[in-house]
């Protein structure tokens, strides 16, 4: 069929009816993009969860609270008329992709990196070792994570990778209670924390200081927190004049330069430490005899020439009863959306689905978990863009069922209790209240149940 879609659009017949699956940051600027673009349209944005956000709520760290005032944005996207928030939907099953293309010209995936990387090394599923993701959905309050049973026991505890993941984990481990008070985080996290025994963090970067992902900003906090203090052996950072001199990024340059301060300082035997450890690898994680971490045993490593890190056969043990693995974030298949397993990514090119016309995808999903939030705004711009000129151009395909009445009456069916927008700033409502009651941003609530309670008047 020709694609009556664009003639329609174009006519002011009908409006170009658009599917953003995911409501992140990548979701959201996908709709504004849309909304800003010429052509009149009706976007839909569903989520799994009942609320909207993605990372922002679920991943920025609870003390960056200035990351999260983008969601003023957000929320301005959503009080647009052209654009409906379908939350506590879930894609595969409440929404298959048939009932996408039945029902929208054109489709956006937008789900973000779910999963994590591994390690693959031995231990690496014992008891205390879990991805940073985990513990970062249990600590902001993820519906997924927060019955999990979060026993924080370890004096010790291990950080794989040098990236942004890592040093939240790690800031939020050593953190006072009265620290951690101003934050949005979850309530049995800022309880739990509050009892945490935790001496020492070890942050291991398997390459050299200059190679570390971390940004400068993100870096300092470490020599500014209440009772903890950074610790860096002076060996483990040291650069020949080559290697300086090969830094030309310059977040590398002052990351280097704060490391260089950290490794100065005096100790001033504040409670507890993170030790920003270079060039060493895990390579086992001990067990106690009884399933538990009992230590890491890491090898020391040096950089070959182009860069890479190479085992030197020297290793040593980290006293360390708690493993977080911070090596990544990786993207998982949606059901019958092609998917690249190497990249762990949708197959795309540009944004445009692989062989799927009216099919896109922006954000992580589309080329991998990196960037910060603003990233996605282009990233999003870049699909959009491509979206409009398909329809302009009568290359989307066109959706039989094509109004909003006839996907409310195929969720109503299934019997999907859709959670809208409106809903949602009754739930935001009630968590700033409750939260300023006791002196904080927000009281989140994490369990679903209680969410689908929060209802618009
Ligand atoms: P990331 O920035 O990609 O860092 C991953 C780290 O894991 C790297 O240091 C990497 O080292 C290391 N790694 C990978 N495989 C490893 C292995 N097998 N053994 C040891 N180390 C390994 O990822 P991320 O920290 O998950 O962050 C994801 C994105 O979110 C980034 O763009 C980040 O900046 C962003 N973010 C930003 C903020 C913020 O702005 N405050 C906060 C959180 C996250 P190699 O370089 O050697 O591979």
Known sequence: MTSPTSTDSSTGTRPLRVAVIGSGPSGIYAAEAIIKGDLPAEIDVFDRLPTPYGLVRYGVAPDHLTIKSVTKGFEKTFQDPRVRFLGNVEFGTDLTHADVKAHYDAVVYTVGASSDRRLGIPGEDLRGSMSATEFVAWYNGHPDAAAREMVLTAQGVAVVGVGNVAL?????????????????????????????????????????????????????????????????????????????????????????????????????????????RFLVSPVEILDDGQGNVAGVRVERNRLDERGNAVGTGEYETLPAQMVLRSVGYRGVALPDVPFDEKRGVIANTDGRVDGRPGEYTAGWIKRGPSGVVGTNRKCAADTVALLLQDARDGRLPTAPHATRADVDALLRARGVDVYTFADWQAMDAHEVS????????RAKVVHREEMLTHRAK
């Open 168 to 276: 939240d984990v790690a800031r939020i481990l050593v953190k006072t209670p009265e620290e951690l008070h101003g934050s949005d985080i979850a309530a049995h996290a800022l309880s739990a924390l509050e009892h945490s025994p935790v001496k020492d963090v070890w942050i291991l970067g398997r390459r050299g200081p200059a190679q570390a992902a971390f940004t400068t900003k993100e870096l300092r906090e470490f020599g500014e927190l209440d009772a903890s203090e950074p610790v860096v052996n002076p060996a483990e950072i040291a650069l020949t004049e080559a290697e300086e001199a090969a830094i030309t990024d310059n977040v590398k340059k002052k990351n280097v330069e704060v490391l260089r301060d950290f490794a100065a300082r005096e100790p001033e035997g504040k409670d507890r430490r993170v030790h920003l």
């Open 434 to 441: 409750t939260g300023q009651a006791q002196g904080r941003p």
